[in-house]
Antibody, heavy 115, light 108 residues
Framework: QVQLQESGPGLVKPSETLSLTCTVSGGSISNYFWSWIRQPPGKGLEWIGYVYYSGSSNYNPSLKSRLTISVDTSKNQFSLKLSSVTAADTAVYYC?????????WGQGTLVTVSS | ETVLTQSPGTLSLSPGERATLSCRASQIVGSTYLAWYQQKPGQAPRLLIYGASSRATGIPDRFSGSGSGTDFTLTISRLEPEDFAVYYCQQYGFSRGSFGPGTKVDIK
């Protein structure tokens, strides 16, 4: 069955760029939308954005100026880059499959923004 | 931006009881675009319901979703011990998604 796995640094300094990759295994990345969702510690879920396997994307307007979501079909991966991070970006970051609902999720990775 | 409000914030019930969770949207949500998730501590959310009333693969039939427009409901007909968790509704509209703040169902 399809599985997702997030990877990337667990600690990022303020003002730097947070970079995460989600690897899709057990199936093809083609013909699906792929999303990122985050959850600050002890808080609720926030939609970040999605990318289609073709490369088209859509972002949360509150993050759009700092955000890039891309896809690499040759590696069956998609990625998130969030620039100029602050402590408010500290969260568990989840990758998930879907455009307007999410049926498969990664386990999540905690990213802490701190000097 | 569509804001989702969930009530109650916490629902204290006993196993075997019926749970009724509410999700209200600040503007009309197309039924296709309303989903419910269950999240347990330390775990990723799990899709329960999509399209307002369709059960996701492998979800027991004690979970059901209903509603349209701005008012949606998730019902758990008889609570099992593994159902005590936080439940989120989620919508997608106007080219962006958003989640409600969640309802915690805990053991009375």
């Amino acid at each position: 069955q399809v599985q997702l796995q997030e990877s990337g640094p667990g600690l990022v300094k303020p003002s730097e760029t947070l970079s995460l990759t989600c690897t899709v295994s057990g199936g093809s990345i083609s013909n699906y939308f792929w999303s990122w969702i985050r959850q600050p510690p002890g808080k609720g879920l926030e939609w970040i954005g999605y990318v289609y396997y073709s490369g088209s994307s859509n972002y949360n307007p509150s993050l759009k100026s700092r955000l890039t979501i891309s896809v690499d079909t040759s590696k069956n991966q998609f990625s998130l880059k969030l620039s100029s991070v602050t402590a408010a970006d500290t969260a568990v970051y989840y990758c998930a499959r879907g455009e307007y609902y999410y049926d498969i999720w990664g386990q999540g990775t905690l990213v802490t923004v701190s000097s | 931006e569509t804001v989702l409000t969930q009530s109650p914030g916490t629902l204290s019930l006993s196993p075997g009881e019926r749970a009724t969770l509410s999700c209200r949207a600040s503007q009309i949500v197309g039924s296709t675009y309303l989903a419910w998730y269950q999240q347990k501590p330390g775990q990723a959310p799990r899709l329960l319901i999509y399209g307002a009333s369709s059960r996701a693969t492998g979800i027991p039939d004690r979970f059901s979703g209903s509603g349209s427009g701005t008012d949606f409901t998730l019902t758990i007909s008889r609570l099992e011990p593994e159902d005590f968790a936080v439940y989120y509704c989620q919508q997608y509209g106007f080219s962006r998604g958003s989640f409600g703040p969640g309802t915690k169902v805990d053991i009375k």
